[in-house]
């Protein structure tokens, strides 16, 4: 299972991106679905989650401002983030948890992480 994320950028501060991981690769299923971020200097931290039945959870920094979603017909997952402050500054992974086989047997694989820089 590979993941490519995409999307990251340099944007003013109050601007948008989207981000988007598409998952590729032989498995059965994409259960919950994760974005994290790490900034230099600190420990990566989730950014947001859903779930495969579309269930959603934010960090407390980026409630209304983040939306994820997911289009299991292309196996992508997205993030949309407006209202970008400098410290949302950050190297944007993603991971996905995947069922690989048809005992159920269960795998976790991480993106190679896109670059959003927040600056005026």
């Known amino acids: 299972v590979q993941l490519q994320a995409c999307g990251g950028g340099l944007v003013q501060p109050g601007g948008s991106l989207r981000l988007s991981c598409a998952v590729s690769g032989i498995f059965f299923r994409v259960n919950a679905m994760y974005w994290y971020r790490q900034a230099p200097g600190k420990q990566r931290e989730l950014v947001a989650r859903?779930?495969?039945?579309?269930?959603?959870n934010y960090a407390d920094s980026v409630k209304g401002r983040f939306t994820i979603s997911r289009d299991d017909a292309r196996n992508t997952m997205y993030l949309q983030m407006n209202s970008l402050k400098p410290e949302d500054s950050a190297v944007y992974y993603c991971?996905?948890?995947?069922?690989?086989?048809?005992?159920?047997?269960?795998?976790?694989?991480w993106g190679q992480g896109t670059q959003v820089t927040v600056s005026s």
């Open positions: 859903i779930t495969s039945a579309g269930g959603t």
């Open positions: 991971y996905a948890e995947t069922v690989v086989d048809a005992r159920g047997t269960g795998s976790g694989s």
